[in-house]
């Protein structure tokens, strides 16, 4: 103490270079993101080519119908519309079907079919971004857990769809619950690029006019577009996966620029 009381008084204008404590706080590291990141895109894309790998994915593959479908219902709701139900098969492609007035504007037709080719972008995103910090994520697993279920109560009309959406929302809330932050993390992190990838799945479906869904043929989303807004279904193609790039990636640089370290309360 007396020396360095000597030593400030010999030089009074020396720069501090103690950092300042702050109360309850101290300095951490910020998480390993790219790790957990390539993780979880490591087992996503390399687990269906292992022996029974489909069978494990099986459950994500139907999460990533059911975001893509409440994509197309949610933006219904969100524009005035009717979300009557939601079907999902066992083979992973689905339906959304919704009610429009008759002079419903053909711009929001067009939303409504955009919604759901996005609908795996914006939940990726949101995942991503999410799992920055530990009441983020469990934030965010117990918000998916909950509309998962409830969105299965109201609107699902499908065994397939009840059989897993179902279980996999009570995983997801119990994950949220009792997971450790490094469980947790993955978790999120794991389910946001599940999503991210499946977006760019697509791209086929995206660029087809349509396809045969239950036994019945159907137009895809860009067909439905094109219908409404005209130019070719490839353009709307095109600028849904662009936008989706720009999402996904969007949420990506925010998580792993950041870096340097930041305060965590103890």
Do not use: C
């Not at 990141?37 to 022996?51: G, R, T, Y």
């Not at 709701?77 to 008759?102: C, D, N, Q, R, W």
């Amino acid at each position: 103490m007396s020396k360095r009381l000597s030593e400030r008084l010999r030089n009074p204008f020396a720069r501090n270079t103690v950092t300042p404590a702050k109360f309850g706080m101290s300095r951490q590291k910020s998480e390993n993101h790219p790790l957990w990141l390539a993780l979880a895109a490591a087992i996503i894309i390399v687990l269906p080519k292992l022996p029974l790998g489909n069978y494990i994915i099986y459950p994500f593959m139907i999460l990533t119908t059911w975001f893509h479908e409440m994509g197309h219902g949610l933006t219904a709701i969100l524009l005035g519309h009717e979300f009557k139900e939601l079907v999902i098969f066992a083979s992973g492609s689905g339906y959304a079907l919704t009610m429009s007035p008759p002079d419903t504007f053909a711009l929001s037709q067009a939303l409504i079919s955009m919604g759901g080719p996005l609908g795996p972008a914006i939940f990726g995103s949101l995942l991503i971004l999410a799992s920055q910090t530990d009441r983020a994520r469990r934030l965010a697993l117990y918000t998916l857990g909950f509309v998962i279920i409830l969105s299965t109560a109201i609107w699902v009309r499908s065994l397939v769809g009840w059989l897993v959406l179902l279980p996999m929302g009570a995983a997801i809330l119990f994950t949220a619950q009792k997971a450790t932050p490094e469980i947790s993390r993955f978790a999120v992190q794991f389910l946001g690029v599940n999503a991210a990838i499946s977006m760019f799945g697509q791209w086929r479906y995206l660029f087809s006019v349509g396809g045969t869904i239950g036994g019945s043929h159907q137009k895809s989303d860009t067909a439905a577009i094109a219908d409404q807004l005209h130019l070719p279904h490839w353009f709307w193609a095109s600028g849904l996966i662009l936008i989706g790039l720009l999402m996904i990636g969007a949420s990506l640089y925010r998580v792993l620029r950041k870096r340097d370290t930041q305060w965590t309360v103890h």
